[in-house]
């Protein structure tokens, strides 16, 4: 069996890029910028009030307890005074407003004394270019505002549109396909009672796209040839194929034996993990393969082992895995050869992680899954741990909060 990082070192590996595209602005949050991206205006264009008061000039204000200062017009953000300010001239201005030439001082409304249209004193501490935001300070034209390979937030894309950008080039999201197998399983259904509800194929579209990929249902393959064949005959359109269940050696697992019978070159099968140790890992023309155990809690571990490092690799993010340490609160037993992961729920506690390792730790169990903060990650041939024992632990909501 393979270890898992070698696993992970080769999935990587074989990542090929993918085109970049261009989408509006206003759609492109989470995704992967392609580009740099300079500003195409300056910020602010002229200068501005930062509050709301009169503008004047600084050294006018030397003499005001001999030469008050005339109120000669006012200016407001989209309406500016557009003459320019002489001597013992001021304007009333508001937040956002351009503030008049010859003007480089705000003194606030509250701080001033007026008298018959005059500015007759003012309690304010003032200094030159006080409450002034200067012309391009925020950010000058044509100055790299994002940087190539950057993840595009809320911040960020607010930033480029207020730079005067309406489009954005990305990298294009990996399409991946997705094919539960098994004769067992049925979609929901109120009329079902006595059923095993294909589960692995919805959460793989949720982790998905949390990941940063477009997911492709192609439903449900019979554990037969004949359907399975039928089920993969357009692969190649994808740039990523994930099957779930019949990828181990029992008489009905046939996804490994189909896939070869396509053309697929198998690169590995089997990771020392657990859960998930039947993983299949191949090639069919341009078409990555990752063919997963059936059971939901291996379908999740894998994907987040496994696949999320392989979507980060086709849109250019190099996020690694936020590995925190925290303390068991129950023993447990030592290892075997395969790398485990263990749910657990997990809570800060004076300044240390708190980890409980679930009772129900069978692949099949998701509730237990859903109770779960994160997982435990044990090495091969870990020893048994005590009580109040230091352990590496993933926590979900560090990955994405929808997980």
Same mark, same amino acid.
């Given at each position: 069996m393979l270890d898992v990082q070698k696993a992970i070192n080769i999935i990587v590996s074989k990542a090929t890029s993918l085109q970049e595209e261009t989408i509006l602005l206003k759609n492109s949050l989470g995704r992967i910028c392609s580009k740099n991206i300079y500003s195409n205006i300056n910020s602010p264009p002229e200068n501005v009030s930062s509050m709301d008061g009169y503008a004047l000039k600084y050294s006018n204000l030397q003499n005001i307890n001999k030469i008050p200062i005339k109120i000669v017009g006012e200016s407001a953000a989209g309406n500016p005074y557009i003459k320019k300010l002489n001597n013992y001239e001021c304007v009333e201005i508001y937040t956002g407003a351009e503030v008049p030439k010859g003007a480089n001082l705000i003194l606030l409304q509250e701080r001033v004394i007026i008298s018959s249209n005059h500015i007759v004193s003012t309690s304010q501490n003032y200094k030159k270019d006080q409450y002034v935001r200067k012309k391009s300070s925020n950010f000058k034209i044509n100055s790299l505002i994002i940087k190539k390979n950057s993840l595009i937030t809320s911040r960020t894309l607010g930033l480029a549109i207020s730079s005067n950008h309406t489009k954005i080039h990305v990298y294009k999201k990996p399409n991946i396909a997705i094919l539960a197998t098994g004769n067992e399983l049925k979609n929901p259904n109120k009329h079902l009672s006595n059923a095993i509800i294909s589960s692995n194929t919805p959460l793989?579209? #949720?982790?998905? $796209? #949390?990941? @940063? @990929? /477009?997911?492709?249902?192609? @439903?449900?393959? $019979?554990?037969?040839? /004949?359907s399975l064949m039928k089920k993969l005959q357009n692969i190649n359109k994808f740039d990523i194929l994930i099957t779930t269940g019949g990828a181990s050696v029992g008489k009905h697992d046939l996804v490994k034996d189909v896939l070869n019978k396509l053309g697929m070159q198998l690169i590995f099968w089997k990771v020392a993990i657990r859960p998930g140790k039947p993983l299949i890992f191949g090639k069919l023309n341009k078409t990555?393969?990752?063919g997963f155990p059936g059971n939901p809690v291996s379908t999740f571990v894998s994907s987040l082992i496994f696949l999320r490092p392989l979507i980060d690799k086709y849109i250019n993010t190099k996020k690694k895995l936020n590995i925190k340490n925290g303390n068991i609160t129950k023993e447990l037993g030592k290892n075997d050869e395969r790398e485990e992961y263990l749910r657990a729920k997990i809570y800060y506690d004076n300044n240390i992680y708190k980890v409980e390792p679930l009772i129900g730790q069978d692949s099949s169990m998701t #509730?237990?899954? #859903? $109770?779960a903060d994160g997982l435990i990650i044990r090495k091969p041939f870990d020893k048994a741990l005590k009580i109040g024992s230091n352990v590496s632990i993933l926590i979900f909501s560090d990955i994405h909060p929808h997980i």
């Open positions: 793989l579209i #949720s982790l998905i $796209k #949390s990941f @940063g @990929g /477009n997911a492709h249902d192609l @439903g449900i393959a $019979k554990d037969t040839l /004949n990555l393969i990752l #509730s237990y899954l #859903s $109770k």
